[in-house]
């Protein structure tokens, strides 16, 4: 069995993003727990175009991403509260996985997926955590039993080596990168998005 492939996506394009951060802190524990990580940041995210329904045309970049998460055993999707929900950024990324619907293994289908909410109030982390959830079992995909939700005004979230500061908060890290992990093992059987080799 090859090391699972945990793909995250997310962030602000804010330098020191903090919802970019713990998605990059919940990808290291998941490379802890044996798993091969890629992040496509909030810069990457950036750089996608509006999805438009009626355009078939794909840049190189919405093909490297859709391309991505076709052959990833689990995600890590992680957004601001803008407005008590997704921000447009992250929303657009998931839009644009529409690209799924028609593979063998549609949209999220037995993908465990790990959710990461930086909001300003804690209102807004509870809020947007949940519509994330909504968004990903909408797209058939597994959200873990454990999201990570932050107030960013709540204190320091990382201290000056860039480490995640409150051990609460790095101890949930931690729990959803081994929830994600696990749940891509048991779930890797032969991906038909994947093919032989
Ligand atoms: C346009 C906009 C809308 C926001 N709306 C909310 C909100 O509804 N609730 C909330 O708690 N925080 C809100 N915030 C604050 C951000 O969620 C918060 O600062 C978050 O930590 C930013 O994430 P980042 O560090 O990854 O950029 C908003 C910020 C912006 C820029």
């Given at each position: 069995?090859?090391?699972?492939?945990?793909?995250?996506?997310?962030?602000?394009?804010?330098?020191?993003?903090?919802?970019?951060?713990?998605?990059?802190?919940?990808?290291?524990?998941?490379?802890?727990?044996?798993?091969?990580?890629?992040?496509?940041?909030?810069?990457?995210?950036?750089?996608?175009?509006?999805?438009?329904?009626?355009?078939?045309?794909?840049?190189?970049?919405?093909?490297?991403?859709?391309?991505?998460?076709?052959?990833?055993?689990?995600?890590?999707?992680?957004?601001?509260?803008?407005?008590?929900?997704?921000?447009?950024?992250?929303?657009?990324?998931?839009?644009?996985?529409?690209?799924?619907?028609?593979?063998?293994?549609?949209?999220?289908?037995?993908?465990?997926?790990?959710?990461?909410?930086?909001?300003?109030?804690?209102?807004?982390?509870?809020?947007?955590?949940?519509?994330?959830?909504?968004?990903?079992?909408?797209?058939?995909g597994?959200?873990?039993?454990?999201?990570?939700?932050?107030?960013?005004?709540?204190?320091?979230?990382?201290?000056?080596?860039?480490?995640?500061?409150?051990?609460q908060?790095?101890?949930?890290?931690?729990?959803?990168?081994?929830?994600?992990?696990?749940?891509?093992?048991a779930?890797?059987?032969?991906?038909?998005n994947?093919?032989?080799?």
């Amino acid at each position: 069995m090859s090391k699972p492939l945990i793909l995250g996506f997310g962030g602000t394009t804010r330098a020191g993003s903090s919802s970019e951060k713990l998605v990059r802190a919940v990808l290291s524990n998941c490379e802890k727990e044996g798993a091969r990580t890629r992040l496509f940041d909030g810069a990457f995210l950036a750089r996608l175009p509006l999805f438009a329904p009626e355009n078939p045309e794909r840049t190189a970049e919405q093909r490297e991403f859709v391309e991505a998460v076709r052959r990833c055993d689990g995600l890590v999707i992680g957004t601001p509260a803008y407005h008590a929900g997704v921000s447009g950024l992250v929303k657009n990324a998931l839009d644009l996985l529409e690209d799924l619907r028609g593979d063998a293994r549609v949209y999220f289908d037995d993908l465990p997926v790990g959710l990461v909410v930086s909001a300003a109030g804690w209102q807004g982390t509870g809020i947007t955590l949940s519509a994330l959830r909504d968004m990903v079992h909408a797209m058939r995909g597994w959200p873990t039993p454990i999201g990570v939700s932050v107030n960013s005004l709540a204190g320091p979230l990382f201290d000056a080596d860039g480490a995640v500061a409150d051990p609460q908060l790095d101890a949930s890290i931690a729990a959803q990168a081994k929830q994600i992990v696990r749940f891509a093992a048991a779930f890797q059987q032969p991906n038909e998005n994947r093919g032989a080799a």
